[in-house]
T-cell receptor, first 111, second 117 residues
Framework: RKEVEQDPGPFNVPEGATVAFNCTYSNSASQSFFWYRQDCRKEPKLLMSVYSSGNEDGRFTAQLNRASQYISLLIRDSKLSDSATYLC????????????FGQGTELSVKP | DTGVSQNPRHKITKRGQNVTFRCDPISEHNRLYWYRQTLGQGPEFLTYFQNEAQLEKSRLLSDRFSAERPKGSFSTLEIQRTEQGDSAMYLC???????????????FGEGSRLTVL
C-alpha cells in the first residue's frame, strides 16, 4: 500500500463546477500536509498548506481529518486555468521533514 | 534567476552507461531533495540532504544510485549502469531548514529528463 493515496483521475468537469479531491495517508506520524499543483510538463508548486482547522484560499478549501488520516481539497467555480494535476503531500517531522507525494489526481476543466 | 537550476535538462543514454545530474539549489536553502517522477505518478522520494549531510536515502533505491552534496551547495545524482527502468524525470528541490515558522514548501527545479535506450 502506498503511503499517500489519492483518488484516481482524471476528473473532467465543466467550467463553474465544484470538484473535490480526496487523499488518505497511512503514517500516523505525519505532521504537516500540503496540496501541490503540477501543470503538464512542469515542476510541482505549492498550492496550499492544510491545517487541522481547515483553511481556505479564495476558491480553494482544504480540510484535514487526523483521526481518519484523510485530507481533501475543494475547488469551487472551476476555471479553465485550474486544469492541472493536484498532488497530496505529507511531511514527517520525526523523519526530518521528508515530504511524501501521492500519485496525483488530474483535473481537466472544459468550457 | 535565483530558482533551483538543474542540468542537463535532457539526457539520452544507452543502457549500461553512467549518467550524472547536477542541481544548484536556491542559495540560502539548507535542504536539498532528489525525487524521481514517471508519467502518471507523483514524485517519488530518492534522497535528501541538510547542508552536506545526507539524511536519508530511499530503501527502494538501488546501489547504482548515489548522490552527493560535498560543500552543502550544489548536489549531483549519479546513476551507474543505467537500465531502461531508470528512464524518468529527476527532480531536485530545495527548502530552508524546517522550523515551526516555515511553511515546509519545496521549491523544485524544472527537472532532468533521462531516457535510457
Amino acid at each position: 500500500r502506498k503511503e499517500v493515496e489519492q483518488d484516481p483521475g482524471p476528473f473532467n468537469v465543466p467550467e463553474g463546477a465544484t470538484v473535490a479531491f480526496n487523499c488518505t495517508y497511512s503514517n500516523s506520524a505525519s505532521q504537516s500536509f500540503f496540496w501541490y499543483r503540477q501543470d503538464c510538463r512542469k515542476e510541482p508548486k505549492l498550492l496550499m498548506s492544510v491545517y487541522s482547522s481547515g483553511n481556505e484560499d479564495g476558491r480553494f478549501t482544504a480540510q484535514l481529518n487526523r483521526a481518519s488520516q484523510y485530507i481533501s481539497l475543494l475547488i469551487r467555480d472551476s476555471k479553465l486555468s485550474d486544469s492541472a494535476t493536484y498532488l497530496c503531500v505529507v511531511e514527517h517531522y520525526n523523519q526530518g521533514g521528508k515530504l511524501i507525494f501521492g500519485q496525483g489526481t488530474e483535473l481537466s476543466v472544459k468550457p | 534567476d535565483t530558482g533551483v537550476s538543474q542540468n542537463p535538462r535532457h539526457k539520452i543514454t544507452k543502457r549500461g552507461q553512467n549518467v550524472t545530474f547536477r542541481c544548484d539549489p536556491i542559495s540560502e536553502h539548507n535542504r536539498l531533495y532528489w525525487y524521481r517522477q514517471t508519467l502518471g505518478q507523483g514524485p517519488e522520494f530518492l534522497t535528501y540532504f541538510q547542508n552536506e549531510a545526507q539524511l536519508e536515502k530511499s530503501r527502494l533505491l538501488s546501489d547504482r544510485f548515489s548522490a552527493e552534496r560535498p560543500k552543502g551547495s550544489f548536489s549531483t545524482l549519479e546513476i551507474q549502469r543505467t537500465e531502461q527502468g531508470d528512464s524518468a524525470m529527476y527532480l531536485c528541490a530545495s527548502s530552508p531548514v524546517r522550523t515551526a515558522l516555515s511553511t515546509g514548501e519545496l521549491f523544485f527545479g524544472e527537472g532532468s529528463r533521462l531516457t535510457v535506450l
